[in-house]
């Protein structure tokens, strides 16, 4: 019954995954800009997979050459998969509340000059006049460089494209970028989640580009998180987790009795 246990122990870490992704997108779910994402899996070591069981199960099997209980977990986490679609817009009325309706992402940086993407736009003023998002990185314009602006309260305008202004004064521009055609595969591929909406670009490959969506001042975009479907996901994994569990102890008992059997057997 080894075999059937390390099935189902491999069955329950990928539903304890999912239930760890599932319960991240909830916590979640009124984080702006935040973006779903779900576990994605494969398999692994499938050439120790085949010759698991037999006599000359070492011969013709390419690294790992080894059979240690973890060789038999036929899948693995191997990313997790975000869904880039919009979230809904929220009319808040606060002129620094900013929201990207279509493609695209804000750049922000950080005090050691890393550049991260992101959809949250709730920014704020520092005491310098930087242009800041809630974590205190800064807002970069559209030649990357941080955005400031004066201090004086007057007329805040960003306009569809991006644009700030003061009354009558331009002071730059929102730096709105994409990357590659802007898919879900190209953004899958090129990014990474680091935490608080913000995305790090990991691909050297992946070319940035500027973003065909449109600027929306006083609106905060929310999470594409469904409360619904996300709850019946984390109930349906929950109930899975228990059956792997109740079927690894099962298995288990029956080889502690076959165990007793055959002892009796030969007493």
């Given at each position: 019954m080894a075999n059937g246990i390390y099935?189902?122990?491999?069955?329950?870490?990928?539903?304890?995954?999912?239930?760890?992704?599932?319960?991240?997108?909830?916590a979640n779910l009124m984080t702006a800009g935040f973006k779903r994402?779900?576990?994605?899996?494969r398999e692994v070591h499938n050439e120790v997979h085949q010759h698991l069981g037999s006599p000359d199960q070492a011969q013709g099997v390419r690294l790992p050459n080894r059979f240690l209980p973890e060789d038999r977990i036929n899948t693995s986490i191997d990313d997790?998969?975000?869904?880039?679609?919009?979230?809904?817009?929220?009319?808040?009325?606060?002129?620094?509340?900013?929201?990207?309706?279509?493609k695209g992402f804000f750049k922000v940086q950080d005090a050691n000059g890393n550049q991260f993407l992101t959809r949250h736009?709730?920014?704020?003023?520092?005491?310098?006049?930087?242009?800041?998002?809630?974590?205190?990185?800064q807002v970069l314009d559209s030649s990357d460089r941080p955005l400031r602006l004066p201090l004086a309260d007057g007329g805040l305008s960003v306009g569809?494209?991006?644009?700030?202004?003061?009354?009558?004064?331009?002071?730059?521009?929102?730096?709105?970028?994409?990357?590659?055609?802007g898919s879900n595969a190209t953004l899958n591929g090129a990014l990474t989640l680091v935490g608080e909406s913000l995305y790090r670009v990991d691909d050297p490959n992946a070319v940035?580009?500027?973003?065909?969506?449109?600027?929306?001042?006083?609106?905060?975009?929310?999470?594409?998180?469904?409360?619904?479907?996300?709850?019946?996901?984390?109930?349906?994994?929950s109930r899975l987790f228990e059956y792997s569990q109740k079927a690894?102890?099962?298995?288990?008992?029956?080889?502690?009795?076959?165990?007793?059997?055959?002892s009796r057997l030969q007493g």
């Open positions: 099935v189902a122990s491999s069955g329950s870490k990928a539903r304890l995954e999912q239930l760890e992704t599932t319960s991240h997108n909830l994402q779900e576990a994605v899996y997790r998969y975000t869904y880039w679609s919009q979230g809904i817009l929220d009319e808040t009325g606060n002129v620094l509340d900013i929201a990207i309706e279509g736009g709730r920014f704020q003023l520092d005491e310098q006049g930087f242009v800041t998002n809630q974590s205190g990185l569809y494209d991006g644009r700030v202004s003061v009354g009558e004064t331009q002071l730059g521009a929102l730096a709105l970028v994409d990357v590659g055609d940035e580009r500027k973003a065909t969506g449109l600027v929306r001042q006083g609106f905060m975009e929310g999470s594409n998180v469904n409360a619904v479907k996300e709850m019946v996901s984390l109930l349906s994994s690894m102890q099962n298995m288990a008992d029956m080889d502690n009795q076959a165990v007793r059997d055959v």
